[in-house]
Each structure stands twice: as structure tokens, then as C-alpha cells.
């Protein structure tokens, strides 16, 4: 018998790996409900869903490997990143799906959510002020209009698989909706700096490497306290911590 494999595991999901297959156990069915009808609509390569019985969607595992992780070494070749950017970019020019992901969220309800957080972060003590201070600052320039895209809404480095240079799976799906494209593309090179030339090789078109920084700060600097409760750290080497002291 397979052995069950713990993927990742909080208060809010948990994701097993039994085989070849994938368990999400998610209490909130709109969630999955999201992750289903997004990947039934992205042009992109997806897991094929294989049963579902709320609380448990099984998804089948997809071929290849992932460019890395946050924190860890990067791997793959520029032509493997650029074929990333290039299914990216394809998920963005694709029809926009029905409703608004986490990438989509309102500038006033992002600065008010950023506001507070901070707040947080200096009062308790997790982090110091200047480095508080500062990617405030960088991450104001995210604040701006943008043209709605099909977004993923967590499209982290460990949610793209690649093989033989080519992308064959983009996993986790449960944020997807209309959003910002480069809250995307951000999220994706998210302390990997040095591929973003290779990843917007792919993507192409011009991107305003500003918002991508601005977009790397306020990810970084939203995520802390949340990785801290739920027992993940985000002052390893090369995680969030280390992406926010590259600001200053």
C-alpha cells in the first residue's frame, strides 16, 4: 500500500498525497468549488480531477517537477523558466473567468488589509520599523489601475511543473478568478529575482518591473504573521524576511 504523504497541512486545509494521488481537504466548498470551475476554463495544462465528496477533492498527480521552492535552490533552464512566462502570459489572455479572485481584490480593501497588518507586524514586534517602513513605501505601487486577466491568485513557484522545458501542470487552483496579472507574475518569481528576465522572456509584451517589486513587498510583508501562526518560517534563507531586507 501507498504511503500517505502529508503535503501541507493547517487549520484552514490540508492537502495528502496517496500515489499518484492528490487529497485536498478544504471545510470551505466554495473554495473548491472555485479550484474546479477554474481549472475546467484555463487553457493552461491541469490535474485531472478524478472524484469529489465534499470535504475531499482527489486530483491526479501531474508529470515533471517544479523550478524550486521559496527559500531553496532554483533549478531548471532559461528556456524551462521562459516557458513558464509563456503559460502564464497564455492564462492571462484567456477569457476572463465568472468571478473575482484573490488577485482581484479592491485597492481599498488591499490598502486597509496592508494598513493594519503592518501595524501588527511593528506592535508585536516581528519586525523592525525600518524594514516596515520601507516596503511600505515600495509595495504603494501596486496600488494602481490594472486590466482584469484570468489570474491563478497563488501561483507560487512549487505550482508550476515543468518537464523536458515545457509546462506540465499548474497545481492549486482555489484562488483563481479575475485579478491583477502581475500580482501573478510576482507571486511566481517571489525570490527567485534572478529568472524574472527568463520568466518575462516568455511572458513578453512590457511589464513594469515597479508593480513586480511593489507586488514582491506587500506579499511578503501580508504573509509573515500568517506563516508564524501556522507554523511555517518566513526568516529561512531566502523566504519572505530575506525578500523584504532586499528592498532596504
Not at 468549488?33 to 498527480?61: F, G, N, Y
Request: proline residues 6%.
Amino acid at each position: 500500500m501507498d504511503e500517505v504523504q502529508v503535503v501541507v497541512a493547517h487549520s484552514e486545509r490540508a492537502t495528502l498525497r496517496v500515489g499518484d494521488v492528490f487529497l485536498k481537504v478544504d471545510a470551505d466548498q466554495a473554495r473548491i468549488d472555485a479550484e474546479v470551475e477554474a481549472m475546467s476554463l484555463a487553457p493552461v495544462p491541469t490535474p485531472q480531477v478524478l472524484w469529489r465528496k465534499p470535504p475531499v477533492l482527489a486530483i491526479a498527480a501531474v508529470p515533471g517537477t517544479t523550478l524550486g521552492r521559496l527559500g531553496g535552490p532554483s533549478t531548471g533552464s532559461p528556456a524551462a523558466w521562459a516557458a513558464a512566462g509563456a503559460a502564464i502570459r497564455k492564462l492571462h489572455d484567456a477569457p476572463l473567468p465568472p468571478g473575482v479572485g484573490r488577485a482581484g481584490r479592491g485597492v481599498g480593501e488591499l490598502a486597509a488589509e496592508f494598513d493594519a497588518e503592518c501595524a501588527l507586524l511593528v506592535a508585536d514586534g516581528l519586525l523592525p520599523a525600518d524594514l516596515v517602513t520601507r516596503n511600505r513605501q515600495v509595495a504603494e505601487a501596486a496600488l494602481r489601475p490594472w486590466t482584469p486577466a484570468f489570474t491563478h491568485g497563488d501561483l507560487q513557484i512549487a505550482h508550476v511543473f515543468v518537464e523536458d522545458d515545457q509546462v506540465t501542470g499548474i497545481i492549486d487552483w482555489s484562488e483563481a478568478g479575475r485579478g491583477d496579472a502581475l500580482y501573478d507574475l510576482a507571486t511566481f518569481t517571489l525570490g527567485h529575482e534572478e529568472h524574472l528576465d527568463d520568466v518575462l522572456a516568455g511572458y513578453g509584451g512590457d511589464v513594469d518591473l515597479e508593480v513586480i517589486h511593489a507586488w514582491w513587498s506587500r506579499r511578503s510583508l501580508l504573509a509573515v504573521r500568517w506563516l508564524i501562526e501556522h507554523g511555517f518560517d518566513p526568516f529561512l534563507p531566502g523566504c519572505e524576511v530575506d525578500v523584504l531586507r532586499s528592498r532596504m
